[in-house]
């Protein structure tokens, strides 16, 4: 899992403003998704991507937007409709098959709200 | 709907003692269980995983058990020792899907020295 990044570490965002968080990885996965992490509440898929140039949405996609240009590459954009963006925000990606395979996670990122 | 019940939501065990956390899942279609552990601050990282055509699966300390009937499934881990606290998810994929994963809500454990 050290092949995935994350960055920035903290992030603080203003009201009305959009930030974007990175996840870069170089393990050749096909897959990438977006999970929220809130004390107590568990990880919750925002966005996940199966290939380049598709994306689908999570349990709790609203508020969020992202993209899949590269393989490589699948940033979370947290916008201004997103009332409650204060969490931390993990990426992983995985390679599956004809079954699911193992999902490795990036370091995250924590958001904060000024 | 999609959903994971993990129990207990905190555990606290003295060092050597047996630690043991619970989850039950709704779809009978899930077919893959991992667990992941995460350490203050961390990333969380698999710990052991089993799928649905096997019943028991051992890594050294740490054990997972299967039941598909009951639609339930434990993380056991034996001889706790301090670098075992940590907060620990279990998470099934739901409709046999090779993507989503849907996590119960964690468990603090606590290794007492």
């Known amino acids: 899992d050290g092949g995935i990044t994350q960055s920035p570490k903290y992030l603080f965002r203003k009201e009305g403003q959009n930030v974007t968080l990175s996840c870069e990885q170089n393990?050749?996965?096909?897959?990438m998704y977006w999970y929220r992490q809130d004390p107590g509440q568990g990880l919750r898929l925002i966005y996940y991507?199966?290939?380049?140039?598709?994306?689908q949405k999570g349990d709790i996609a609203e508020g969020y937007s992202v993209s899949r240009e590269k393989k490589e590459s699948f940033p979370l954009t947290v916008t201004s409709a997103q009332k409650n963006p204060t969490a931390f925000y993990l990426c992983?990606?995985?390679?599956?098959?004809?079954?699911?395979?193992?999902?490795?996670f990036g370091p995250g990122t924590r958001l904060l709200v000024l | 709907g999609e959903n994971v019940e993990q129990h207990p939501s905190t555990l606290s065990v003295q060092e050597g003692d047996s630690a043991v956390i619970k989850c039950t899942y709704s779809?009978?279609?899930?077919?893959?269980f991992p667990w992941y552990k995460q350490e203050l601050g961390k990333r969380p990282q698999l710990i052991i995983d089993?799928?649905?055509?096997?019943g028991e699966k051992k890594d050294q300390r740490i054990a997972v058990t299967l039941n598909k009937t009951a639609k339930h499934f434990s993380l056991h881990i034996t001889e706790t020792q301090p670098e075992d606290s940590a907060v620990y998810f279990c998470?099934?994929?739901?409709?046999?899907?090779?993507?989503?994963?849907?996590f119960g809500k964690g468990t603090l454990l606590t290794v007492n020295p």
């Open positions: 992983a990606s995985s390679n599956p098959g004809p079954t699911m395979e193992t999902q490795y």
């Open positions: 393990l050749n996965h096909d897959a």
């Open positions: 991507s199966q290939i380049v140039n598709d994306f």
């Open positions: 779809d009978s279609a899930s077919n893959y």
């Open positions: 089993i799928r649905s055509n096997v």
């Open positions: 998470a099934a994929n739901f409709g046999g899907s090779n993507y989503k994963l849907t």
